[in-house]
């Protein structure tokens, strides 16, 4: 049976004008360069992106997903920026974020609302009577420094080598995929969920706080990609399906519903004027 969810964005997505800025600020056009890895950094009292897509500069100010932006220009897909900017005095992830969003008014007109539709969703549940299991660990963190709080569960990841938190890593392993969630809530984890499966997915697990999450699942494999190993096509694959992996490894299922989901759509966007 499938089930109903109304889900809304964060306050990220609250229009009005922003009462933070910053107190530099440089936006320089990049050459359309695939080949650099492009970066997105906070510290202190500095924001720093290199060979940033503007489409993602703007999906890390208002928090949503990319799945979840409309009406965006096509060049704002392609088109990659150096931004560079200071605040008065070091700030908290959200209020740089809240800077980034007056950054983008300001230099690139960007105008936006919101709309929201009932759409087919899965919605992330727990299996009945479940506790949680192994890749699945609740932790107590302070993300604007991203430090552990002393009573904390040490998470997936170890001393000294933690990534701040929302960060996703991805490892590809011939044909199993390795993904690791540092200090996300449910929702977030969910959302992310959507990009790999084929409607989006919202948080109906009512599990709060912060979590590290582990998953191993297996890719589909072509013909062309199995013969290169010398497999047949149809070998039986060893590696979890995603649905399988979030049942076995975190006993977490899927179920189909509808959802009220908001996107945030571009009503105005411009080409930034050089510094």
């Keep these: 049976m499938g089930i109903a969810l109304v889900v809304s964005f964060e306050a990220a997505i609250t ?66 920026f150096d931004v560079r900017a200071r605040a008065a005095r070091p700030a908290s992830r959200k209020e740089m974020l809240e800077m980034l969003r007056a950054l983008l008014s300001e230099r690139f007109a960007l105008k936006t609302h919101t709309e929201s539709r009932v759409t087919d969703v899965y919605v992330l549940t727990r299996e009945e009577a479940a506790s949680r299991w192994r890749g699945l660990r ?57 990009e ?28 062309a990609f199995a013969s290169q190993r010398g497999r047949a096509a149809a070998e039986p694959d060893l ?4 649905r399988d992996a979030l049942k076995e490894q975190l006993r977490l299922i899927v179920v189909p519903g509808q959802g009220a989901i908001d996107s945030l759509v571009v009503d105005v966007l411009e080409r930034p004027e050089p510094d």
């Design 138 to 194: 609740q932790i107590s963190i302070d993300c604007d420094n991203n430090q552990l709080s002393p009573d904390s569960d040490p998470g997936l990841f170890e001393p000294g080598q933690r990534p701040k938190c929302g960060t996703t890593l991805v490892e590809y392993r011939d044909n199993s995929i390795r993904l690791r969630h540092a200090g996300v809530t449910m929702g977030r984890f969910a959302e992310s969920l959507g």
């Design 15 to 80: 229009q009005g004008t922003p009462a933070l800025r910053f107190d530099v600020a440089s936006v320089k056009p990049r050459a359309n360069d695939t080949t650099t890895p492009f970066s997105f950094n906070i510290v202190g009292d500095g924001l720093t992106a290199i060979n940033y897509p503007l489409v993602n500069l703007i999906t890390q100010a208002y928090d949503v997903p990319v799945a979840r932006l409309e009406k965006l220009p096509a060049w704002a897909r392609i088109e990659r």
């Design 239 to 242: 590696q979890p399906t995603l």
């Design 196 to 223: 790999r499966l084929d409607r989006p997915v919202l948080d109906g697990t009512s599990l709060t706080g912060i979590f590290d999450i582990e998953l191993h699942y297996g890719r589909e494999r072509s013909a």
